[in-house]
């Protein structure tokens, strides 16, 4: 019997409004998974991911993880936050609920995603913003860092 290794096409989670979604419904599109945070230097990367949604909304689908596991820098709950996106940063990309990426409460998706192969490396997310890029196959293409914005070309010239 042959072992088929994950994809993120096998985790779920639940968007900001208390929606469940399998991120098999996304199949044959690329996904850009991002953790995000409100109070944060990197918080402006608000505005090109929503640049991103609206540039390559037919082949890319942004997807925002609000998390509070980097120096107490995000809302307490997911109404606040989801106001604060939409009003500063005009988002209406996907956001999920508050979640953990790192840590004893880690969720599934994101230990998936930080010990997954792939060119880049693999470890704990050292803060906010990090970057996930999923191929149509639902594998882990890319990471990077926060310092990479989402609209750098390194990001962007692996749009397919």
């Known amino acids: 019997?042959?072992?088929q290794q994950p994809t993120v096409y096998d985790f779920s989670?639940?968007?900001?409004?208390?929606?469940?979604?399998?991120?098999?419904?996304?199949?044959?599109?690329?996904?850009?998974?991002?953790?995000?945070?409100?109070?944060c230097?990197?918080?402006?990367?608000y505005k090109e991911l929503?640049?991103?949604?609206?540039?390559?909304?037919d082949?890319?689908?942004?997807?925002?993880?609000?998390?509070?596991?980097f120096g107490n820098q995000e809302y307490?709950?997911?109404?606040?936050?989801?106001?604060?996106?939409?009003?500063?940063?005009?988002v209406n990309f996907i956001l999920s609920e508050k979640v953990d990426v790192k840590g004893d409460e880690q969720t599934a998706l994101f230990k998936y995603l930080t010990e997954t192969d792939n060119p880049d490396f693999t470890?704990?997310?050292k803060w906010n913003f990090e970057k996930f890029l999923i191929g149509k196959d639902g594998k882990l293409a890319h990471r990077?860092?926060?310092?990479?914005?989402p609209l750098d070309e390194v990001i962007t010239k692996q749009i397919l």
């Open 1 to 3: 019997m042959l072992f």
């Open 144 to 149: 990077y860092r926060s310092k990479v914005t």
């Open 123 to 125: 470890g704990d997310i």
């Open 13 to 39: 989670f639940t968007s900001i409004d208390g929606k469940k979604i399998d991120f098999s419904e996304f199949k044959g599109k690329q996904l850009l998974i991002v953790n995000t945070a409100s109070k």
């Open 59 to 69: 082949k890319l689908v942004v997807i925002g993880f609000p998390s509070d596991n």
């Open 41 to 45: 230097g990197f918080t402006k990367q």
């Open 76 to 90: 307490a709950d997911n109404k606040a936050i989801a106001q604060f996106c939409e009003k500063n940063f005009g």
């Open 50 to 57: 929503q640049e991103l949604h609206e540039q390559y909304g």
